[in-house]
């Protein structure tokens, strides 16, 4: 557990704000601690985990308030991102941007020919093209129209995604291969578009973004709801089941080349400004001119954009946007190694991935609550407090605890797969200021969520004084 000067200092600071806090007439209570009886009677073993961690400590006075089996090691599943952002945060400015610039490679002739290539240096943004980010939409328009300006209305060579500033590492290890091809379980890479997700639509067999080489196979049935099989490896799409006549279905996809996806579009926006590109690159050139930047939003937009809507590959992005150029192990290792030197309890504690994806990830409710320690009293704090959706109003735990008094009190990430209910955070000051450390971690084959937040609700509603009267 962490005992430094700093957190002590910090300790400190938070100390005085909370009497702050008490002159403007909000309660910086003290809440009485609750026993591993007081636990066991509240129902949980009901709710069929085989193993439950529970850890509550008042981050201003390091109160342990509760400590229920927080030495195991848990499948986190989502509540990943909440390391992965810890680290972001806490390594890297949070108002840095991605850069990617697009480049004339070549030189031009006496007339509008561009005697080269037009380049784009992919820089690992996972939000290009986002229905996330609708504020940011437009660059491949906007890279038309730049060309279009430049008076040029031929490019010899033709359009390149180039994709060397960081390796692509497929899959992380533990992601079930069921996974793979629904947009939740897309792959993260380093030219990303639209989400690296498409939309197939049938029985037109269309598909945007586009998908090069895409066959797709349908089996009509008499009965039965359509199911898909995505062979990604042989980029087959299988549809089957019974379709509804006259009407369109549509089903959402994980995208196997964004880079050809986005080269596809570029293509498309110059032709309609009437530009033609070639189909073959033309020789490399020493000659460069940059006639594009696109600039994405702040990492902390990007960060809280994820935490809100567990958002799978972004999270995969902010892992490796902590050891630029280097492969997802060494992101993987380094973050290993950032919390160990701060003194976090990592016994036991084993990272594959940023999102939480893969079953192999292992954490312990000590170790997820040293970094949120560590984190909520560093001077970004704040910041990343409100990385944490409001429970009962917001993301994926706005239907939980909306009937309690608790209800946006709580800034809670949820971690959710089978057999895996995991929630960690704060209580919230004023809805600003992470009161307390709160981590739930449940694992097992019959778990049922229903019964595990009732008892938690039971649970919280007397640790914070909050019983309905």
Known sequence: MITSSIIKSARVI????????????????????????????????????????????????????????????????????AITTASVITLINPSQHFDTRVELCGHRTDGHIFEGNLVVRAVGDPTLESAYFTDNLGMADSIAGRVYALGIDSIAGT??????????????????????????????????????????????????????????????KKRGAVKYHYDMRENVVTATGRFPRGAQTTVALAHPDPAAAM???????????????????????????????????????????????????MAEAMLRAIAPGKP???????????WKLRGCDTDEVAIYDGSGLSRLNRLTPYFMADVLR??????????????????????????????????????????????????????????????????VMANGANLQPAKLHKSLQVLFEKLFNKQQS
């Open 14 to 81: 938070l100390a005085l704000l909370a009497l702050g806090i008490a002159t403007l007439g909000v309660s910086a209570e003290n809440f009485r601690p609750v026993s591993d009886e007081e636990i066991d009677a509240m129902g949980f073993d009901n709710a069929g985990a085989s193993k439950l961690g529970i850890y509550v400590e008042d981050v201003i006075t390091g109160e342990v308030l509760v400590d229920y089996n927080c030495a195991d090691p848990f499948i986190p599943a989502s509540v990943m991102k």
């Open 159 to 220: 359009v390149i995604v180039d994709e060397s500033a960081m390796p692509f590492n497929g899959y992380p290890d533990g992601w079930a291969k069921e996974d793979y091809m629904w947009p939740y379980g897309t792959a993260y890479h380093t030219a990303s578009w639209r989400d690296n997700r498409f939309t197939l639509s049938l029985p037109s067999k269309t598909a945007f973004p586009a998908v090069e080489g895409l066959e797709v196979k349908v089996n009509k």
């Open 263 to 313: 080269r596809h579009e570029i293509v498309e926006k110059l032709n309609e400004r009437g530009i033609g590109v070639g189909a073959h690159a033309a020789d490399e050139s020493a000659a460069v001119e940059k006639i594009y930047s696109h600039i994405s939003p702040s990492l902390l937009e990007i960060m809280r954009s994820l935490m809100y809507r567990s958002d799978n590959m």
């Open 374 to 439: 560590y984190t909520s009293l560093s001077p970004r704090g704040v910041l990343y407090a409100s990385l944490f959706p409001k429970a009962g109003n917001d993301g994926t735990v706005r239907n939980l605890f909306a009937s309690s008094p608790l209800k946006g009190e709580l800034a809670l990430k949820s971690g959710t797969m089978k057999g895996v209910r995991c929630l960690v955070g704060f209580r919230m000051e004023q809805g600003i200021y992470p009161s307390h450390i709160i981590v």
């Open 328 to 338: 997802r192990e060494e992101a993987c290792r380094l973050e290993m190694s950032l």
